[in-house]
T-cell receptor
Framework: SQQGEEDPQALSIQEGENATMNCSYK?????LQWYRQNSGRGLVHLIL?????REKHSGRLRVTLDTSKKSSSLLITASRAADTASYFC?????????????FGTGTRLKVLA | NAGVMQNPRHLVRRRGQEARLRCSPM?????VYWYRQLPEEGLKFMVY????????ESGMPKERFSAEFPKEGPSILRIQQVVRGDSAAYFC????????????FGQGTRLTVV
């Protein structure tokens, strides 16, 4: 079953606005990662946040993690048309003990110029 | 250092044929993961392999699908007697260690069954 669920499923904003995407997961994790996927392409790793971290920044990206609520958010500030893509969260599945990465359903972001 | 290489990028097979998808992990990576993605959907885990070992195949369909990662050469995802429902994008990822590091993805193989 899916480990993560992203919210919203789709988001459309104007260039320059901020975009916030949320991810909820079900089990204990060691870390949570966010990936971007441009249409028809592979996934690009954006940021990894460990379970003992609460917030992490990378350029225009800000990720928060709340392990008590089993949720994470990805904030993209000052969005650009080039940010148009699908965004996925992924967690390491501890339940199986094999540390495979489990992906959420994704948020499709559209940034209008 | 080349990234994760998948080939072919596009594969067309008739129903009943076999599909073989290849994945060469990044240099130094011994952990390989295969995922399937249907249009407008997320990535569904299929199998996790290390060299010569299947670690977790809990996402693999029970029949027709198999995977290997030999000591030498790429990882192979094999689909026998393909059906239209197998049409999807198949992505491979690799990592140097399991779990606590980022996984690097290939560009995927888009399988179309006609």
């Amino acid at each position: 079953s899916q480990q993560g669920e992203e919210d919203p499923q789709a988001l459309s904003i104007q260039e320059g606005e901020n975009a916030t995407m949320n991810c909820s997961y079900k089990t204990s994790i060691n870390n949570l990662q966010w990936y971007r996927q441009n249409s028809g392409r592979g996934l690009v790793h954006l940021i990894l946040i460990r379970s003992n971290e609460r917030e992490k920044h990378s350029g225009r990206l800000r990720v928060t993690l709340d392990t008590s609520k089993k949720s994470s958010s990805l904030l993209i500030t000052a969005s650009r048309a080039a940010d148009t893509a699908s965004y996925f969260c992924a967690t390491d599945d501890q339940t199986s003990g094999t540390y495979k990465y489990i992906f959420g359903t994704g948020t499709r972001l559209k940034v209008l110029a | 250092n080349a990234g994760v290489m998948q080939n072919p990028r596009h594969l067309v097979r008739r129903r009943g044929q076999e599909a073989r998808l290849r994945c060469s992990p990044m240099k130094g990576h011994s952990h390989v993961y295969w995922y399937r993605q249907l249009p407008e959907e997320g990535l569904k885990f299929m199998v996790y392999l290390q060299k010569e070992n299947i670690i977790d195949e809990s996402g693999m369909p029970k029949e027709r699908f198999s995977a290997e990662f030999p000591k030498e050469g790429p990882s192979i995802l094999r689909i026998q007697q393909v059906v239209r429902g197998d049409s999807a994008a198949y992505f491979c990822a690799s990592s140097p260690t399991p779990g606590n590091t980022e996984a690097f993805f290939g560009q995927g193989t888009r399988l179309t069954v006609v």
